[in-house]
DNA sequence: TTCAGCGATGGAATCGTTACCAGAATCTAA
DNA sequence: TTAGATTCTGGTAACGATTCCATCGCTGAA
């Protein structure tokens, strides 16, 4: 044989016409019985399969989910992704994954594309909130959205939202409470609503101690790497030296952690080190660090779950997420400021 | 305006044909510049873009590329992912994610699926190379296939393949120099190329230092966490002790460090242990650990570049991809039997 | 016997696009 | 001026499926 078989070929061997065939293949009830098992014999014999992208074409739905991110390759995303494209698949979608390499461009070139490619909906982490293209290109998606850690008003998106700030607080108050005062915050861009919750959680611990928020040791810019060393390094320098670090973001933690070791400081014994987010094998080779954890997988599956609700007729929602500080031995000692 | 603008809309804005527009918008020669300019106003005022649904039924290409690993959770094929993304991306091409959860039936699902969506290529990373199912599937394909790190007779597929043996032999013979003979050997499963081509190494290194093969200290079932603690906690217990461990597959490495932290054993001093690939902080949070690296970006981007090849009209190809042994404290020390 | 009613079936239109074919319009050469 | 070549354009048939509509045959009631 050559080519895939049709319907047309399935109907020919049957001796019917194409819309009987089609009619028996998709359940229709107005079908005789011998028409069915006629119709069934020749799909079978002939090894028929359905074409998925005419059947789209025709019904207007793809049965396929963008999924943009930054990076997949950002060990938080990929558990998402896997979550998420497995509870796609179990209701028969698929997931079209696409990374945005940190660009807004790049990111809305994407979007573009998943609507060309008629998506019935998207899934996203976006690089910014702000950015004027996203918006415009979110509003002609015409598919539900479903936003990832993010907050961009005027888009009737469903979203799923992490409480950072109750599992940062925690922290901070935990690091106050064991006398520190010079508490460095590293997290990512602050145009997204994750680093903005993050510095909601940790100012509120320093209002809450009574305690001045010490600004002059919070520094943003971006979730690299690079970015952590370089402020990390940085704020290392400052008199007096922070003695704790919440660090967010699974890059820039490996970045403060470097600038640790370029300093040759000992985490939990010359600096103490909160990690917001926990990464593979934390608790085999960082089992000694203080951690706000969340649950990748529970972020994955939501999604999928909010972009089926939408696609079953109802209306956007919005779930939470819960963190969890956890006090391990990287936080509890550590030299403090004296004033 | 409601749904989406098609061809036929801007025909009727520009007076003219529905095969006039399809001409000037797909950039047909034979078309006069006042047509142009006609097509291309109506279609720019319309918002006009075209439907790959609609492109991809008539032409027969859907410019797109199944992935299907075992868990992209894994931190190597998220980073594989990435980059073939990224590669593919700048061809036209978008990448569809499935997991195949080390099921051989969901692959073979997977695979079945993607051929009815009538995709361009698959790049796969097979669960085993000896299933009844995939074969046959596969062949079913009717497109270019890229195998990662799997060697598959009969099928006419591309393949990436990691030199792990010569990566794994150094590591050996390294050992062997440091005095350690009881050495465990712990992979994946033995029905793929990763586990055999790494055992290649290791024998090898052992054959030519003219000393016997260690058989029972090699231990292989899977790629999970749970198989490497399993079967460390019972190499552990024979006597001798196994004095130094090269553990595959980040997942297995995992579970070999942690029956080491159940028996209060420390990497470098108590046993030596080299780890087969990296993982995301490796150079921060195990800076210790000596490994057989391997570029996962590399080969990602051979694994697009070889399905785009093959789409062009080449031949299948075999890229190679190298590994190198760095020795770290983790295997500098480590109590040596005495013989 | 005849007609209404009903279930099952075939034919044709449609989804949005491309590509072939024929014909119109313009141009060149004799 | 006309034949022939050369552009360019419009109509139409696909790609592979679904769905509406009309029709056919059959049954049952008057």
Redesign the interface.
């Known amino acids: 044989m050559e080519g ?1 078989v049709t319907i047309r070929d399935v109907a020919a061997r049957a001796g019917v016409a194409l819309s009987s065939v089609s009619r028996v293949l998709s359940g229709h009830p107005d079908v005789s019985a011998s028409m069915r098992t006629k119709v069934e014999e020749a799909a079978q014999a002939l090894g028929y ?6 059947q ?2 025709r019904s207007g739905a ?1 049965r ?1 989910i963008g ?1 943009i991110i930054r ?5 938080l995303f ?2 998402v ?2 979550a998420c ?2 509870e796609l ?1 179990r209701n028969g979608y ?6 945005s ?1 940190g660009s807004v461009e790049t990111e809305s070139k994407n979007f ?2 998943l ?4 998506v019935d909906g998207v899934i996203a982490s976006l690089v910014a909130e702000d950015s004027p293209y996203v918006k415009k290109t979110i509003l002609s998606l ?1 598919a539900p959205l479903v936003l990832l850690d993010r907050d961009v008003k005027g888009l009737d998106a469903s979203a799923v939202i992490t409480d950072h700030a109750t599992g940062v607080k925690a922290a901070t108050t935990h690091l106050l409470d064991m006398g520190h005062r010079d508490i460095a915050f590293i997290s990512g861009a602050a145009n997204v609503y994750t680093t903005r919750n993050r510095i909601k959680g940790f100012s509120e611990a320093f209002a809450e101690a009574g305690i001045p928020l010490p600004e002059q040791l919070i520094a943003l810019g971006g979730f690299d790497a690079e970015y952590g060393l370089i402020h990390a390094r940085h704020l290392l320098l400052k008199t007096p030296r922070p003695t704790a670090f919440v660090a967010g973001g ?1 890059g820039s ?2 970045g403060v ?2 600038a640790f ?1 370029e300093m040759k400081l000992e985490i939990g014994k010359d600096v103490a080190l909160v990690a917001l987010d926990e ?3 934390f ?5 000694d660090i203080s951690s706000v954890y969340r649950d990748p997988e529970a972020i994955g599956s939501e999604a999928a779950h909010l972009i089926l609700e939408v696609l079953k007729g109802n209306e956007a929602q919005e779930s939470v997420i819960a963190t969890k500080f956890t006090a391990r031995a990287s936080s509890q000692g550590g030299v403090v400021s004296v004033r």
Chains 1, 2 share one sequence.
């Open positions: 895939p399969e359905p074409d998925l992208l005419a789209s074409l793809t396929t999924f990076d997949i390759s950002n060990p990929a558990v992704a896997r494209e497995q698949r698929s997931l079209i994954l696409m990374n390499d573009a594309l609507r060309r490619r008629r015409r699974i933690t490996a952690v470097r070791h990464w593979p094998l608790d085999v080779f960082a089992t």
